[in-house]
């Protein structure tokens, strides 16, 4: 057990739909990252939020969007849902945003839209 | 931004034999290169990890070597067993725009050792 916990574990929805992904962190871990896992781009860095706040982003859609809170768990909200947004969400975490710090993976959300 | 290439991408070996797997970045501020193990289903963990700073690092059965100036790392797993059948990634720290730091994974490579 890594100590980061996603929740749900597994959602199905349908396309145009809006859902919620929800992470909390690590105990004592302020930087939360959420990645995006599909058979053929392996694991695709969406963002990085250290404290609440915004700091690195990667290939996140429009359509997609993140926030950490006060409490430090963080959730992604993914709309207008379509067929390849099908995949696995990895949230992760580490102590800080210091180079070299250990990222910790949660066990994944399982999103699949029909 | 930072771009990994992973080869190869499947790998099969008996037990017994060496795994060999190859990364290459291309952005040459990053400087923290972790390799992560995925069972199926499961996931990522960190196996090891090296810094610019360093050239080899090795932990048992598993090392890995840097070669800044070609920005090239490598995985090596000795003596394979079958528990080691996963799909290994590397990835490369990412200087992110806003202060951030991330890690940009390359496509995977799927081990399978057979016994």
């Known amino acids: 057990d890594s100590g980061v916990t996603q929740t749900p574990k597994h959602l199905i929805t349908a396309t145009g739909q809006r859902v919620t992904l929800r992470c909390s962190p690590r105990?004592?871990?302020?930087?939360v990252y959420w990645y995006q896992q599909s058979l053929d781009q392996g694991l695709q860095f969406l963002i990085q939020y250290y404290n609440g706040e915004e700091r690195a982003k990667g290939n996140i859609l429009e359509r997609f969007s993140a926030q950490q809170f006060p409490d430090l768990h963080s959730e992604l909200n993914l709309s207008s849902l379509e067929l390849g947004d099908s995949a696995l969400y990895f949230c992760a975490s580490s102590v800080d945003q210091a180079i070299g710090n250990t990222i910790y993976f949660g066990e994944g959300s399982w999103l699949t839209v029909v | 931004g930072e771009n990994v290439e992973q080869h190869p991408s499947t790998l099969s070996v008996q037990e017994g034999d060496s795994a060999v797997i190859k990364c290459t970045y291309s952005?040459?501020?990053?400087?923290?290169f972790p390799w992560y193990k995925q069972e199926l289903g499961k996931r990522p963990q960190l196996i090891i990890d090296?810094?610019?700073?360093?050239g080899e690092k090795k932990d048992q059965r598993i090392a890995v070597t840097l070669n800044k100036t070609a920005k090239h790392f490598s995985l090596h797993i000795t003596e394979t067993q079958p528990e080691d059948s996963a799909v290994y990634f590397c990835a490369a720290s990412y200087p992110g725009d806003q202060a951030g730091t991330a890690l940009i994974f390359g496509k995977g490579t799927t081990l399978s050792v057979s016994s």
């Open positions: 105990s004592g871990d302020l930087s």
């Open positions: 090296i810094r610019s700073n360093v």
């Open positions: 952005d040459s501020a990053s400087n923290y």
